[in-house]
């Protein structure tokens, strides 16, 4: 059984030490980061629980269950594709930052059939991979649907458009 101290972060077990012994006042941020703490606590018998990648729910004996009222994980999965691999394309990205810093792009291979003195021959040349190509390459290593993503898109526009839309005018 995890108790309340080994749940609550170490650092802001410090910071509840520090409020304890000076006369400062607690932030707000402070004490619902506390009641959430607290409330996870409850709701799972003691047990300290696994975070979802929705960053709203958590893992409820050892399956992944997206209760939260305002999760929407299922209903727009190619999102739900990018929010599971956001830390390692944001590594890839990085990365080619990086190169890109030090002289090194990444570059595709064409080939152009040219025009020569007697005939023609093959002639390849490296052009830059930038931009929406670049997005596309990711995207495509990463198994996500940039079409499907764009009508998730649309979709939770239209959604989102509906719930603004006071009931009296919606016909
Ligand atoms: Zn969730």
């Avoid at 101290?5 to 030490?17: D, H, M, Q, V």
């Avoid at 607690?26 to 980061?33: F, G, L, Q, R």
């Avoid at 506390?34 to 996870?40: P, T």
């Avoid at 018998?45 to 399956?63: I, S, T, V």
Wanted: glycine share 8%.
């Amino acid at each position: 059984m995890t108790t309340a101290y080994e749940l609550i972060a170490p650092e802001r077990l410090a910071l509840l030490g520090e409020i304890a012994r000076s006369t400062r006042m607690m932030s707000s941020a402070t004490v619902i980061e506390l009641l959430k703490d607290i409330e996870q606590l409850r709701a799972n018998g003691g047990e300290k629980r696994r975070p979802l990648a929705c960053g709203l729910c958590y893992e409820e004996h050892g399956e992944e269950v997206h209760p939260h009222p305002e999760c929407t994980w299922g209903r727009y999965p190619e999102h739900d594709k990018l929010t599971k691999v956001k830390d390692k394309s944001q590594a890839v990205y990085d990365f080619l930052q990086f190169a890109t810093k030090h002289g090194v792009d990444l570059g595709r291979t064409v080939t152009t059939r040219v025009a020569v003195f007697e005939g023609s021959e093959d002639c390849t040349a490296v052009q830059p991979v930038e931009g929406l190509q670049l997005q596309e390459l990711l995207a495509k290593h990463f198994g996500v649907d940039l079409v499907k993503l764009d009508q998730e898109k649309e979709r939770m526009i239209d959604e989102l458009r509906a719930l603004n839309t006071p009931e009296a005018s919606r016909g």
